[in-house]
T-cell receptor
Framework: NAGVTQTPKFQVLKTGQSMTLQCAQD?????MYWYRQDPGMGLRLIYY???????DKGEVPNGYNVSRLNKREFSLRLESAAPSQTSVYFC??????????????FGPGTRLTVT | SQKIEQNSEALNIQEGKTATLTCNYT??????LQWYRQDPGRGPVFLLL?????KEKRKERLKVTFDTTLKQSLFHITASQPADSATYLC????????????FGRGTSLIVHP
């Protein structure tokens, strides 16, 4: 199993450009998440998808859109990149127990710089 | 929503000693709490989950305690090794009944040989 994969690993954008970050998991997990991680800020949830066909906003959704393409894939789109979106982006997936618990499996991250 | 506090200062210890990291939370008592390890340039990796009715949980050299009265979890690594050097994150449900975790900012552990 590859686990959670993300592409690209690195990206440099100019202000105003758009791009899509791709994420896929092969663990048959229902739930998928997008986080950003900034120095001193920790992991912050951007969007999540509890199951195929549903998406919900997290803590910091402004400037982003997501698509849950199928059970395996969850993409994050920046329509008009801004320097404030310079960050490391992590995708994660989880399977929830009946108690609502779920350990998260993270991808390797995408390091995005917006100039 | 939940507020999580982890020591932002790095913890430096000598190899062979026990490392103890702290996670404090301020709002409602969560049904469970998780600990993750993150190495530089990599995504977090799940280590342990402890439930509210469990006082302590162990996995190899790792031990986690959960004190709902103090609103605190302690994460211990016994017989620490330089390979244990990493950032350790705690995570709790973002609100009552939620399965969405909120992560602390993490504490960096540096184990010196």
């Amino acid at each position: 199993n590859a686990g959670v994969t993300q592409t690209p690993k690195f990206q440099v954008l100019k202000t105003g450009q758009s791009m899509t970050l791709q994420c896929a998991q092969d663990m048959n997990h229902n739930s998928m998440y997008w986080y950003r991680q900034d120095p001193g800020m920790g992991l912050r949830l951007i969007y999540y998808s509890a199951s195929e066909g549903t998406t919900d906003k997290g803590e910091v959704p402004n400037g982003y859109n997501v698509s849950r393409l199928n059970k395996r894939e969850f993409s994050l789109r920046l329509e008009s990149a801004a320097p404030s979106q310079t960050s490391v982006y992590f995708c994660a997936s989880s399977v929830l127990s009946g108690r609502g618990e779920g350990e998260q499996y993270f991808g390797p991250g995408t390091r995005l710089t917006v100039t | 929503s939940q507020k999580i506090e982890q020591n932002s200062e790095a913890l430096n210890i000598q190899e062979g000693k026990t490392a103890t990291l702290t996670c404090n939370y301020t709002n409602y008592s969560p049904a469970y709490l998780q600990w993750y390890r993150q190495d530089p340039g990599r995504g977090p990796v799940f280590l342990l989950l402890i439930r509210e009715n469990e006082k302590e949980k162990r996995k190899e050299r790792l031990k986690v305690t959960f004190d709902t009265t103090l609103k605190q979890s302690l994460f211990h690594i016994t017989a620490s090794q330089p390979a244990d050097s990493a950032t350790y994150l705690c995570a709790l449900p973002s609100s009552g009944g939620s399965y969405i975790p909120t992560f602390g900012r993490g504490t960096s552990l540096i184990v010196h040989p």
